[in-house]
């Protein structure tokens, strides 16, 4: 077969993919709306948590009698404990006014919010990619299973993922102190933040450092003003309570290094064992990222984006709380990705092709939710496994050439 043959067929079957994947989860999406308009998914954490608030309750947020208070009034059937909102309290100032509407259009508004953080990430993107096929990459930001399970779930993570990109942009525009801030915004999720942090830390980016450390400490007074030295013992006790309930925490349903252990070894005599390893192969994994950024970097050189999107990749494997919708950021490094690829200095061996084949792995339609509802979905960590190690061996080629050179 030729070539020109071999990649009609490769876009062909991508295309269908993507199209079944899109349909896919659009379906599912339609299927929830009655549910998701009553009040299950994780929506509710926000909302509930703003309306405490809105009610002058700050010092009772992580209250498990008050959050379950607040939870009962929804016609979702009561576990032995709420869904805990269990972020940094400041992370609910975007969902104060949404809190005094109802839950269905307070829902309906965040999703809308959220279709346009996306429309935006595009915005910005793009450009940057240099790309004919604009269309296709913006299908498939949306065709991808995280992206829906976000939209569904009514989660954070597409705005989560926005500050990380506004990060990317800001280092690329030289405005190294504007990174800084707008990292630290991010600290809600502070496992999803801090490894990005440690590599401009190794890459001595002095500026977003300090502005980063200082950013943290005011959301730290704000958020401890906010509910006072007893609303932080109570958040430690709620963290602490967590693994205790399956259908908030289940290790083997998370697309990391954690669940991936979990799935290959399922038993439960070897939990210490397993604590251990992830532990350990976590440690390795952010070992050689924070080695990869070591010394200055120049944002103009294509390694650049190639350390960014290793490290966005390092930090879903390593996380140890990591749920499907929380894969979004990984849409910023197969964009990347692919934009290195089809630039003029790229150098091209096995990445191209490992690539392309990752991305037929990424679209195959049902296999998440089957992996989900098998809780199973720590196999989900494959795939990002798999462009960790072709990220990493980039990387150290074109360091090698540069040190040649």
Not at 156 to 177: G, N, P, Y
């Amino acid at each position: 077969m030729s070539n020109n043959k071999i990649v009609k067929l490769y876009r062909l079957t991508l295309a269908t993919l993507v199209a079944a994947s899109l349909i896919f989860h659009i379906a599912i999406l339609w299927e929830s709306r009655k549910h998701i308009a009553a009040g299950y998914g994780d929506f509710i954490i926000f909302y509930t948590g703003a309306q405490i608030v809105n009610d002058g309750k700050s010092a009772e947020l992580y209250n498990v009698q008050t959050q379950n208070a607040y939870q009962a009034k929804f016609d979702v059937p009561q576990l032995e404990w709420p869904l805990p909102f269990n972020h940094a309290p400041y992370e609910l100032f975007p969902f104060l006014p949404l809190a005094r509407l109802s839950y269905p259009v307070a829902h309906g508004i965040w999703t809308g919010l959220n279709l346009l953080i996306l429309a935006v990430m595009l915005w910005w993107l793009l450009p940057y990619v240099h790309s004919p096929h604009t269309l296709f990459i913006s299908v498939l930001f949306f065709a991808w299973f995280p992206t829906m399970e976000t939209l569904r779930m009514g989660q954070d993570s597409i705005m989560s993922t926005a500050l990380m990109l506004a990060v990317f942009v800001a280092l690329k525009q030289k405005r190294d102190r504007l990174a800084g801030f707008l990292l630290a915004l991010g600290l809600y999720k502070p496992q999803l933040v801090l490894p990005m942090a440690g590599a401009l830390l190794v890459a001595r980016r002095w500026n977003t450092v300090r502005v980063f450390s200082v950013t943290g400490v005011i959301l730290v007074l704000v958020s401890v003003g906010m509910v006072g030295w007893q609303g932080v013992l109570d958040f430690v006790s709620i963290l602490r309570l967590m693994d205790r309930y399956s259908y908030i925490i289940f290790p083997a349903n998370m697309p990391n290094i954690r669940g991936l252990l979990y799935d290959l070894f399922q038993t439960g005599n070897l939990e210490s064992l397993l604590i251990a390893a992830t532990v350990a192969v976590s440690a390795v994994l952010f070992g050689l990222c924070m080695y990869l950024w070591r010394g200055e970097f120049d944002v103009l050189d294509p390694a650049f984006d190639l350390q960014f999107s290793l490290t966005i990749v390092t930090t879903v494997l390593i996380s140890y709380h990591l749920y499907p919708h929380d894969l979004f950021p990984v849409a910023l490094s197969l964009i990347l990705i692919f934009r290195y690829i089809n630039a003029d200095d790229a150098i091209h061996g096995a990445l191209p092709r490992v690539f392309l084949f990752l991305l037929i792995i990424l679209f195959l339609p049902v296999i998440p939710r089957y992996l989900i509802d098998a809780k199973s979905f720590g196999w989900g960590a494959l795939p990002s496994l798999l462009l960790y190690v072709i990220l990493t061996q980039e990387i150290f080629k074109r360091q090698r050439m540069i040190r040649a050179a």
